[in-house]
């Protein structure tokens, strides 16, 4: 099948769970993002397709928190509205606060805070 017949049933199974307007484009995004970045069917994606889109967004300049949104709306793609699952192990989720790299903590003085 198309990739329009499972982006038409992921926005369905969003509105079926009473997911926000914004959630649902946000997730939508996510995931047409992930299928035009894959170029395959989407029958024949898995876990290792999804890894290797996770390295592709951490390389890029995303927060922590976007690429966990981002991998928020696969899971929900793959064991929703593909009924498939997955090994969710393949797929940590980043733990802590903002990212050093883009949002670091500075003092009056303009110097770096450490993390006690």
């Given amino acids: 099948m198309r990739a329009n017949y499972y982006m038409e049933k992921l926005y369905q199974d969003m509105q079926l769970r009473s997911y926000s307007e914004h959630t649902q484009d946000v997730y939508g995004r996510a995931v047409r993002k992930f299928l ?6 989407v029958e024949m994606l898995d876990e290792h397709d999804v890894r290797k889109y996770v390295l592709y967004l951490m390389d890029g300049n995303l927060s922590k928190g976007s690429i966990n949104t981002y991998q928020a709306a696969i899971r929900f793609f793959f064991g929703v509205t593909l009924n498939r699952s997955m090994n969710y192990l393949q797929m940590p989720r980043f733990k802590g606060g903002p990212d050093a790299s883009r949002n670091p903590v500075t003092g009056t003085d303009g110097t770096v805070a450490g993390a006690l």
């Fill in 36 to 41: 035009n970045y894959s170029r395959k069917p």
